[in-house]
């Protein structure tokens, strides 16, 4: 089935620095999905990419579809404290419309040090 | 409800037991999924419902795990004859409107089973 691989798996980071973090994959896929996860809560959408090139920004995210169809990548610039947690990258494999199968990313796990 | 509710929210049972997880999705959304999400993993896909209609289970791990919303609203996760192998956080989403793009796709808190 469809894989997707993110790296890091961890960052350790100090407060106001910036973070990038990608996904890639074997297969095409044509939505790219960014979440966060928070300890005990479960994923919420950060940004939503739906066209090859495409690069969107959500406040200090921005995200950015590979022209390849086969990776993304997320950047938080200057990081503060709240940004901890995993984060996500997810593509929907169904080609149906009428539902949406999410494969998931492992998660990066981002550490922001006072 | 405000979000998507999940019950219960931890759940110790012993091996050879069934336990039966509940969701209840964000009020008048038409789709609900259920996914599994392992400690260090992503949420990995189970099943998914519009309305009451199960549209696909391949994600279901064997025939020991089904899931059902009869009325279209509420669904329940059943795994019997539990194997430890089947710890894990049980996470419910639910969407407005069944959403391909998956960017309505709203997540409950999960429901963390041990199997012991």
């Known amino acids: 089935g469809q894989q997707l691989n993110q790296s890091p798996q961890s960052m350790f980071i100090q407060e106001g620095e910036d973070v990038s973090m990608n996904c890639t994959s074997s297969?095409?896929?044509?939505?790219w999905l960014w979440y966060k996860q928070d300890p005990g809560e479960g994923p919420v959408l950060l940004i939503a990419?739906?066209?090859?090139?495409e690069l969107t920004s959500n406040g200090r995210l921005t995200a950015q579809f590979g022209i390849t169809r086969k990776d993304s990548f997320l950047n938080i610039s200057a990081s503060i404290p709240s940004d901890v947690g995993i984060y996500f990258c997810?593509?929907?494999?169904?080609?149906?419309?009428?539902?949406?199968?999410?494969?998931f990313g492992e998660g990066t796990q981002l550490t922001v040090n006072p | 409800g405000a979000g998507v509710s999940q019950s219960p929210r931890y759940k110790v049972t012993k091996r050879g037991q069934d336990v039966a997880l509940r969701c209840d999705p964000i009020?008048?959304?038409?789709?609900l999924y259920w996914y599994r999400q392992a400690l260090g993993q992503g949420p990995e896909f189970l099943t998914y419902?519009?309305?009451?209609?199960?549209?696909?289970k391949s994600g279901l791990p064997n025939d020991r795990f089904s899931a059902e919303r009869p009325e279209g609203s509420i669904s329940t996760l059943t795994i019997q004859r539990t194997e430890q192998r089947d710890s894990a956080m049980y996470r419910c989403?639910?969407?407005?409107?069944?959403?391909?793009?998956?960017?309505?796709?709203?997540f409950g808190e999960g429901s963390w089973l041990t199997v012991v």
């Open positions: 419902f519009n309305y009451e209609a199960q549209q696909d």
């Open positions: 990419l739906y066209k090859a090139g």
């Open positions: 997810a593509g929907p494999t169904s080609t149906e419309t009428s539902g949406s199968r999410l494969t």
């Open positions: 297969s095409i896929f044509n939505t």
């Open positions: 009020s008048g959304h038409v789709s």
């Open positions: 989403a639910s969407s407005l409107v069944a959403a391909y793009s998956g960017n309505t796709i709203y």
